[in-house]
Structure formats: C-alpha cells, structure tokens
C-alpha cells in the first residue's frame, strides 16, 4: 500500500478492508488484519455513477484531474487530505495515468465551491474529486458534469445523488468506537459534552446521529452540543466558555480538534474529563499519551479517521476512466464504497501504538492510502 509521510501502518490486502454496511451507515480507516465481506442489502443492477466507461483517449499522457477540497488551512485533517491528495497525483503523473492535476479550495465558501466544480467542467476535465463542503447544494455542477462525461467521484463525505461515486470512511462505524467508549468509561448516569464538526456535513450528521442514539439506550446524557468546525481555535475558545458557565459534565465526545479543548481545560487549571475521545491526529496521540504517562488520570479512545480516502478515491477514479468496471461486491447500496476504522487507541495499547507513530511528524495524521493497481484488484472485476 503506498503509505504518504511516512505512515507506517501496513494494511493487509486492501481488498480485504470493507466492512458491509446498510445504507444508512458508515466506517473508518482501516489498518492490518481487517477482514472483508459483501455488504448486506442492496447491489443495483448497473451501479449508478459506478458503471464502465469507454476507455479515454490517453495517448495524449494521461487524464486531466482536478480535486475540489473545503478548506484547508487551520484544518489538520484536509491539510493532511490535502497533501495525500497530491503525492498520489504525482505517483499517477508519473506512472502515466494522469497528464495534469490541480487542486481547488473554497474556504468553506459554497459559491466558491460551485463555481470552482463548474470551471473544472468548462475547462474539460477528465476526473474531478470532490470533498464537499456539506451533502447538498452541488446537484447542479453534478448534473452538468455528468453531461459533459466527467467521471465524478465524491471523497470522505458521503454526498446523496445516483450520478456519482462516493468513496467514503465509515462514519457510523468511527462514532461507535467513541460511544462505546464513552458509554463503557462513564456509564449510565453520565452528563457529556459533545464536540461536533461541521453543522450540515454528512460526517458529522453521521456520527451525531449515532452517539445521540448510543448514549441515550444507555443513559447518559449530552448536556451541551456545540460545533467547532474542526478548528483548534473554536474548540478551545468553545471548551473555554462551557468551563466558565459552570455547566456539570463528565466527559467529552469528540470528533478532532483535541488539542484546543484540552489547551481550555488546562490553561483553566480544571480537572481532566472523566473520558475524551477524538480522531488519528499525531500531536493528540502524543499529548494525550504524555497525560497519562505516569498513571491513567484521562481516559481517552483515538480512532483513526484517514486523510488518505482521498488519495484513494483518486486511484479508484483512474480505474473507472480507464474503463474498469466496479465489482458489486464491495459496495453499499448502488454507489458507495465505504473504508473501516482499525487503528484504534488507547491506554492499554498506548506503549504499542506510539511505537508504530514514532517516526511520524507532529503535523500529520495516521493515515495510508491505495494505489491504482491496488484500487484495481480491490474493488474491480
């Protein structure tokens, strides 16, 4: 598997990483010994969005790709998304596969966002990748790239339309790693704070909707939701007004930004929550490791939520352009391929998993990716 900063989670045969999930559902990354299976439930008879297309012309050295990312700076994860993105392009530019790759950010603007999709249309784009900003408003630009031939494919965020391809981690799959946490750390009786993404993005949707369903069967009670888009400094500053309005909590749900809500609780001289959960960002892993250190004083779950889908989505995207044709097997409903989370945290595993980080820098995050022949023998027949 092509690992991009140095990852070095090795991940067993990526045809064997997709876990069968309803429509409804989701997962998270994925790293070695995951086993696969046949999503239960629906298989359309010609996928939509998924179907073989006529081998492009490629004599001219490739395909033209564009990637369309929501934001990027003060945003660890698309950073790392981000980067991925363009390694794998450049391994695709030089193997031939590709003859031009740019990259487009909105700044989590959505006109922005539209008009960059409908300016890769106009300008004759063979793939174009997409990380939307939220899981509606681009039917438009999507309708029209169908038009033109353009092989769509929608990456991390689950985006609702039968013209496209979406190539997702499973969401509902990571929220549960993190409620059952929770649930297990604190039981029935407990008050938590939850720490959401992005108000309107499918991830966050996903994941909401499950811990809201898992904590409440085993009650415990989300006493304060709020949003920090996935920015250090909204967490902390967030963090920082719950601990001064004096509101009751025992622990924290999270989905990234760890760092700011923990720097709010530590420049506030607080207690250290009952239990704290967040994604695969290095620096987190490191930091919450040092708390505990010496003996566990935070409990804490990291499950790993990889950047590197992205870079994944482009290696699949490449193999339908060429004419590949995808195997109903590996997807969820008509249109979806869904990645599962396994590189999994915590303090009884700690000592192991800083081992397998150690060379990583503090700015990236646990993540790995598929190449296009990988992609191939994965998910085509």
Not at 82 to 110: C, L, R, W
Not at 147 to 176: F, M, P, R
């Amino acid at each position: 598997m092509k690992k991009a900063l140095s990852v070095l989670l090795v991940v067993a045969m990526l045809c064997t990483l997709f876990v069968a999930c309803s429509s409804g559902g989701d997962s998270t990354t994925a790293a070695a010994g995951t086993q696969a299976d046949a999503p239960a439930g629906t298989q359309a008879e010609s996928p939509a969005g998924t179907e073989a297309q006529q081998p492009a012309d490629n004599t001219a050295g490739g395909f033209k790709v564009a990637s369309h990312n929501a934001v990027v700076e003060g945003n660890p994860y698309r950073s790392v998304y981000e980067d991925q993105m363009a390694e794998a392009a450049e391994a695709a530019k030089a193997a031939g596969y590709i003859s031009q790759y740019n990259s487009f950010v909105a700044n989590n603007d959505p006109s922005l966002e539209t008009q960059q999709i409908e300016q890769t249309i106009n300008e004759g784009y063979d793939i174009i990748l997409v990380n939307p900003i939220a899981a509606t408003g681009l039917d438009a630009v999507i309708a029209k790239a169908k038009e033109a031939g353009i092989t769509y494919v929608n990456a991390d965020c689950v985006y609702d339309s039968d013209d496209i391809l979406n190539v997702v981690v499973d969401q509902a799959a990571w929220a549960k790693i993190a409620s059952d946490f929770v649930i297990a750390t604190l039981g029935e009786g407990g008050k938590v704070i939850q720490f959401k993404g992005t108000e309107g993005n499918s991830a966050t949707e996903i994941r909401s909707g499950v811990w809201e369903q898992e904590l409440a069967a085993a009650g415990l009670e989300i006493v304060k939701a709020v949003a920090h888009n996935w920015n250090d400094v909204e967490s902390k500053r967030l963090m920082g007004e719950i601990l001064g309005s004096g509101l009751e909590f025992d622990g924290i749900i999270n989905e990234e930004s760890a760092n700011g809500i923990m720097d709010a609780i530590e420049e506030a001289n607080a207690p250290y929550p009952g239990c704290i959960t967040s994604s695969e960002e290095v620096a987190w892993i490191r930091r919450i490791a040092k708390i505990n250190e010496s003996e566990l004083v935070c409990p804490f779950v990291v499950a790993e939520n990889p950047p590197g889908i992205g870079a994944t989505a482009l290696a699949i995207a490449i193999n339908v352009r060429q004419g590949g044709e995808i195997n109903p097997d590996v997807l969820t409903g008509a249109n979806a391929i869904y990645y599962a989370p396994q590189w999994v945290m915590t303090y009884d595993n700690m000592a192991e998993r800083l081992e397998e980080i150690k060379d990583l820098p503090d700015s990236t995050s646990v993540s790995s990716y598929m190449s296009v022949e990988e992609a191939k023998a994965a998910y085509f027949k």
